[in-house]
């Protein structure tokens, strides 16, 4: 029996595979994330990192089990509530998935007007958030302009100006330099420090050393160890 | 609201040449509904005045006396929904055709007698008079022994109401294919411009954004698409109509075909089906993008 009312959790998966035809991505996933907790996922390419983190924020649909999010439980959600669900989560995506024809500083604020936040807190918060990755100089850029590093700190800028709850990660140092890498973790600290859930996926073992938080270890799509 | 205003004004500048070409495209089909309502409603027009100036000709007998012709007058003027009745004298009539046929005036020369007969023209009250009201009048008016013959132009009349009408049936039928082609064009066009930015609206998505917030830019780029459009192509009919207008005038006589243009009224009315058609476009589109 599933208790939506569990203050404590802020995410529980109760047995979920995912399944791509005859492919199963994921298998018997069971899953207790506390309030504010840092979390790592990780296992090799293909191990269904990825596609654990897309089942959060229903860019893809479990097919047996149940997930619940801050007592939403995904199953039952209607296609109307996504969107609210989909502000609770700020998401870096492993290409960054900033748009190429809008301005760093549209691409931040699309976040917040999708909100229906005023004009004059848009401006405020986005500036807030720019300074914080230290690229309030670049605003005006659009995004092929910039370095890999430089698109990955507006990934993260964009990820925390709506204040999410939780903060899912995919890879977010996977394709950085040793500095950046860094930085971005450290932007990332930052967050969880001031009380957010963080979850990020990756397969850097050093980035995992560091921290010594607690792993769920994936492989062929099975949770082999916490 | 300002907001998605600004980004649909935006996204029509980004995607310049596909709207030009909506826009264009819309502003034909509504030049070719525009010509027919402009056809239909001077059409239309002149059949209301026609009607209003018909008249029955009876034409009597020969040699009649002249207390004779204004008893028959009177009797004439007696039945229901005849107005006045003019007579018209044989030296009349002949007059009158000379005048109007000044350039074979040499036809009439040779003329030994006049030929023609006296003639009563018995003028109708009220506009509406139906078929079948003036063919009694007409039968009635016949059945007066002295009376040789009537003759008026509703049969005529009445065969071109049918042939107005059937072209009136055929007008409403193209503006319903071309509303619904405007709508398939605006839809095609939203559809390409929602598949090169389908990334876009993908990331919008993920990032909390509703349908409705995502939608209501195209809605707004769909409506100014159908009006300006409509406003293109009633301009365009109305530099077509000022061309042929002005050589319509020099060319006859402007009591003899007198067009106007269509009322402001009808103009708002066809720029709003056209920014509905460009409204039904983006739904269209919208719809079948957004489901997936």
């Known amino acids: 029996m599933i208790d939506e009312n569990d203050k ?124 914080t990755v230290g690229m309030e100089k670049r605003f005006n850029a659009l995004p092929q302009s910039l370095s890999g590093g430089e698109q990955q700190k507006i990934a993260v800028a964009r990820a925390v100006a709506g204040s999410p709850r939780i903060i899912l990660a995919d890879e977010p140092t996977g394709s950085l330099d040793p500095e950046s890498a860094d930085f971005i973790f450290d932007l990332l600290n930052g967050f969880h420090a001031r009380g957010g859930t963080l979850i990020i996926a990756t397969h850097d073992k050093e980035l995992i050393r560091k921290t010594g938080n607690r792993v769920i270890h994936l492989k062929s799509g099975r949770q082999i160890k916490q | 609201m300002i907001l998605f205003f600004k980004r649909a004004v935006r996204d029509i500048r980004t995607n310049r040449f596909l709207n030009v070409v909506t826009i264009i495209t819309i502003s034909l089909s509504i030049l070719i509904v525009s010509s027919l309502a402009l056809f239909f409603v001077n059409a239309g027009n002149y059949m209301g005045s026609w009607q209003k100036g018909i008249r029955i000709i009876a034409y009597l007998k020969p040699d009649l006396p002249e207390a004779e012709i204004v008893d028959i007058k009177n009797k004439i003027q007696g039945f229901q929904t005849v107005a006045s009745v003019d007579f018209i004298s044989k030296q009349e009539a002949m007059k009158k055709i000379s005048e109007q046929m000044k350039q074979q005036s040499s036809l009439f020369e040779d003329l030994k007698e006049n030929p023609l007969p006296d003639a009563f023209e018995v003028y109708i009250s009220g506009s509406s008079l139906s078929n079948k009201q003036l063919e009694n009048l007409a039968k009635q008016i016949e059945s007066i022994p002295e009376i040789d013959s009537v003759e008026y132009g509703k049969k005529w009349i009445g065969r071109f109401v049918k042939v107005f009408e059937l072209f009136r049936l055929t007008g409403y039928a193209m503006s319903g294919i071309f509303f619904i082609a405007s709508v398939f064009i605006v839809a095609n066009t939203i559809r390409l411009v929602i598949y090169s930015r389908s990334e876009e609206i993908e990331i919008m998505r993920l990032v909390g954004a509703t349908d409705s917030f995502i939608k209501t830019p195209f809605y707004i780029q769909g409506l100014i698409q159908g009006a300006l459009g409509g406003i293109l192509g009633l301009a365009s009919l109305f530099v077509v109509f000022m061309l042929i207008s002005s050589n319509i005038k020099f060319g006859l006589s402007s009591d003899l075909l007198y067009i106007k243009f269509l009322s402001l009224k009808m103009s708002i009315i066809i720029i709003c089906c056209s920014m509905l058609a460009g409204w039904l476009g983006c739904f269209i589109s919208l719809r079948q993008f957004l489901k997936r």
């Open chain 1, 8 to 131: 404590s959790s802020i995410i529980r998966m109760f047995h979920v595979h995912k399944n791509y035809g005859s492919k199963k991505a994921l298998i018997d996933i069971n899953l207790d994330i506390s309030k504010n907790e840092f979390l790592f996922i990780t296992g090799p390419s293909g191990a269904g990192k990825s596609t654990l983190l897309k089942l959060l924020y229903l860019g893809e649909s479990v097919s047996e089990g149940q997930i619940l999010v801050e007592g939403m439980n995904l199953s039952r959600i209607s296609r109307r509530r996504v969107p609210l669900l989909r502000r609770k989560f700020g998401i870096i995506f492993q290409d960054y998935k900033l748009i190429p024809t809008k301005t760093v500083f549209d691409n931040i604020a699309l976040v917040l007007e999708a909100m229906g936040k005023k004009r004059q807190f848009i401006q405020k918060k986005v500036n807030s958030v720019l300074r």
